[in-house]
């Protein structure tokens, strides 16, 4: 089992920034990719943003790709997602996520389903005010 905390979402207006983390704790022994994706009301929850265990390789989704960065620090067990440049478009619930299973580094690129992922957060607001 693998227990996943966000926290640092909040408020911000547009333009802005934020930082959101993610702590992982559990099944920690080892390294494994992450994601972060969002959901709005309604709509289906979205890729962001991935990175590999070894935080080597990273992508994120077109709409964001210049605006936001996934990093991760693996003494800690966190996974981050900057955020700058924030658009009222960019509110949602941010969900982090964790892949156990066997995953391969080059085909990192195409882990943007939910499906492609074994463990999930609880979510952490961002609001955007325009």
């Known amino acids: 089992q693998v227990q996943l905390v966000e926290s640092g979402g909040g408020l911000v207006q547009a333009g802005g920034s934020l930082r959101l983390s993610c702590a992982a704790s559990?099944?920690?022994?080892?390294?494994?990719?992450m994601g972060w994706f969002r959901q709005d009301p309604g709509k289906e929850r979205e890729f962001v943003a991935n990175?590999?265990?070894?935080?080597?390789?990273?992508y994120c989704a077109d709409s964001v790709v210049d605006r936001f960065t996934i990093s991760r620090d693996s003494a800690k067990n966190t996974v981050y997602l900057q955020m700058s440049s924030l658009k009222p478009e960019d509110t949602a619930v941010y969900y982090c996520?964790?892949?156990?299973?066997?995953?391969?580094?080059?085909?990192?690129?195409?882990?943007?389903?939910?499906?492609?992922?074994?463990?999930w957060g609880q979510g952490t607001q961002v609001t955007v005010s325009s």
């Open positions: 559990g099944r920690t022994s080892g390294n494994y990719a």
């Open positions: 990175i590999d265990k070894s935080g080597d390789r990273a």
């Open positions: 996520a964790a892949r156990i299973r066997s995953t391969s580094y080059n085909d990192m690129y195409t882990y943007k389903s939910t499906r492609d992922y074994d463990y």
